[in-house]
């Protein structure tokens, strides 16, 4: 997989395993990414790092420091790199936790090194990793990370989702299209910060009903542009 980059994604990992750091800076390394540094904690990565700046930071959840997860989320942003949080499948409470954080994406320690490298690629671009993993932490708690929407959101989103043109939904609201359109890229922007993203009118469909604005939908509809 080496080359297949413009520039070299400069990545770190963050894990109490020893054996699990040398995997991962051998995988990545192997993979053309630029490995700047291991560490058992966030802590020692801040101090290791001494300046030098990283796109990603594949993360374990649970580390031996007594740290939060949101700490350590929180404080691997503050460097101006990418969460990607690597962990056991069975930690779905703290998956949610970092999620709500700002990560960027989950993947677990089941997975391939390829799946690791490709996900660590995604999130290096400033991209959010969408997958499983992710939607299983969702939906094991359904009022997790809802977007805060605003009334008129809520209306537009209500609208649009339900198969209404934008242009129209904006008429029936008496408000402008660009308005309307602003609006429409607001909601998206909400469920992204949110770890929700949803790039297509029918992923707008599919959050509207997790966010109850719209009713269930019959599963021949599902997939329903």
Known sequence: MAGSHDRQHRVAVV????SVRLGLQAAF?????EFVLAAATVAELQEGLAGREVDVVVLDLSLGDGS???ENVKDVQTLGAAVLVHSIADRVALVREALAA???GVIPKASSTRTVIQAA???ARGEVLNNLEWASAID???DFAKAQLGRR?????HLYASGLPLKLAAQQLGIGYATAREYLDRIRQKYVEVGRPAPTKVDLLRRAV???ILPGLDTDDDDTD
């Open 15 to 18: 894990d109490d395993h020893e």
């Open 29 to 33: 390394t192997n993979a053309g990414f």
């Open 68 to 70: 939060s997860v949101t």
């Open 102 to 104: 700002g990560a960027a």
């Open 121 to 123: 690629e995604t999130v």
């Open 140 to 142: 094991a708690d359904r």
């Open 153 to 157: 959101e809520r209306e537009i989103l």
């Open 210 to 212: 997790e966010d109850g």
